[in-house]
């Protein structure tokens, strides 16, 4: 008999008895379990799962590599790639998968059905297009690439093959914005007047690593930009600015550590986001939105949800990094990434929402430089 109840198919990180005060209401458990029966489904309509290999392995390839292989079954690790050999055969030795340092290998496995690209950024577009041209279905992390061109390519080269090309915009499958989303789906916001988001690393990553991240705008904010599209609408006009504060070195490669946007959005909603590479407290990424009949805020940062009372101070305390705050969310995008491939619906986060993200991202860096507003083209 098939467990409906949710308990067995969920991560564990999302069972009732681990969510503490987040099941304080019944509307966002219902968010939860309808999210479980999707992947639930997914995965009693095959009855293999789908096998992935993943490619470029720094710090959230290997967590996708070590989901896949220890907390999922609705996806197999068949293999790792990395262009450095220590890294790919240290990763595959961990895993107990074959590992190499070429993606035509990965590309020619027949056991392969679907890639996951993880690698720097300036790859990303001419990876899609390889695999879409071995067949593969893709599941790549943001930015689809650097500019409209190449990403218009890559996502038409997807469509021609006709495999699947999912965004890795993880907070779409995150808990508390799937509760936020669907209340706001149901009207109960009424008319949206504002819109604010807020993301900030406790440390920066490293100089190497932002040399070639294409810039705060594009490695940072494009999570945002993505939720201000798929929460509010599409943007017409973006004011942005920066400044290297924290780290005067990152201005040596045309980056800042500090942004902040102004949108305005076709709706006439406006919005505001802010990041920071440095904030030193900790993680906080946090999304509020004013409406006419309520306003919704986003914003539970914490380990864990204590507060500890001390004669005189109240102390709670923060996540140090993206992944600490988003476990779930990293698996239940892979797993619905899965449950798309095997039953043939469409991914949730598709090549269009990269375009329409990445577009965010392009006129706010030619705001920053000119120093203007930038009217946002349309990307159709």
């Known amino acids: 008999m098939v467990d409906r109840s949710g308990a067995n198919c969920y991560p564990a ?21 309808e999210l479980c029966d999707q992947v639930l489904w997914g995965r009693l309509l095959v009855t293999d799962p789908l096998r992935v290999g993943v490619v470029g392995l720094g710090r959230l390839g290997r967590i996708h590599a070590e ?32 590992w190499s340092t070429q993606f035509d290998d990965m590309l020619g496995d027949a056991q392969v059905d679907a890639v996951l690209i993880v690698t720097p950024t300036p790859l990303h577009a001419a990876m899609i297009e390889q695999a879409a041209a071995a067949g593969k279905h893709i599941f790549c992390e943001k930015p689809i690439a650097q500019d409209i061109e190449s990403a218009k390519q890559a996502v ?13 915009f ?11 989303m669907r209340r706001i789906d149901a009207g109960e916001l009424g008319q949206i007047y504002f819109f604010r988001s807020t993301l900030r690393d406790m440390e920066p990553p490293s100089l190497d690593f932002l040399r070639d991240s294409g810039g705060i705008f594009f490695d940072m904010m494009i999570h945002d930009f993505d939720v201000a599209r798929w929460m509010v609408g599409e943007v ?15 201005a040596e490669f045309n980056d800042v550590d500090q942004g902040v ?6 709706n006439g909603v406006l919005g505001v986001i802010d990041v920071s590479r440095s904030a030193g407290y900790g993680y906080e990424c946090a999304t509020e939105i004013v409406g006419s009949q309520a306003t919704v805020r986003i914003a539970h940062g914490q380990r864990f949800n204590v507060e500890w009372l001390t004669p005189g101070a109240s102390t709670t305390d923060y996540s140090a990094g993206f992944l600490e705050r988003f476990p779930q969310a ?14 043939g619906r469409p991914v949730r986060v598709n090549g269009h929402d990269g375009i329409g993200a990445l577009n965010l991202a392009i006129a706010a860096e030619r705001s920053r430089a000119e120093k203007r507003a930038v009217p946002v083209p349309p990307t159709d």
């Open 13 to 33: 990180s999302l069972r009732e008895s681990d969510r503490g005060d987040h099941d304080s209401t019944s509307r966002i458990r219902n968010v939860e379990l």
């Open 156 to 168: 038409e080269a997807a469509r021609k093959s006709g495999v699947q090309l999912q965004l890795g």
């Open 261 to 266: 946007a102004v949108l305005r959005f076709a």
């Open 170 to 180: 993880h907070r779409r499958f995150d808990p508390d914005w799937a509760a936020a």
């Open 330 to 343: 990293y698996l239940l995008e892979l797993e619905d990434f899965a449950a798309a491939v095997q039953t």
């Open 67 to 98: 989901n896949i292989k220890n907390r999922t079954r609705a996806l197999e690790l068949v293999c790792v790639s990395d262009a450095l050999e220590e890294v790919a055969r240290s990763v595959g030795e961990q895993l107990g998968v074959p």
């Open 236 to 250: 017409s006009e973006i004011t942005a600015c920066g400044a290297a504060i924290a780290d005067p070195r990152v």
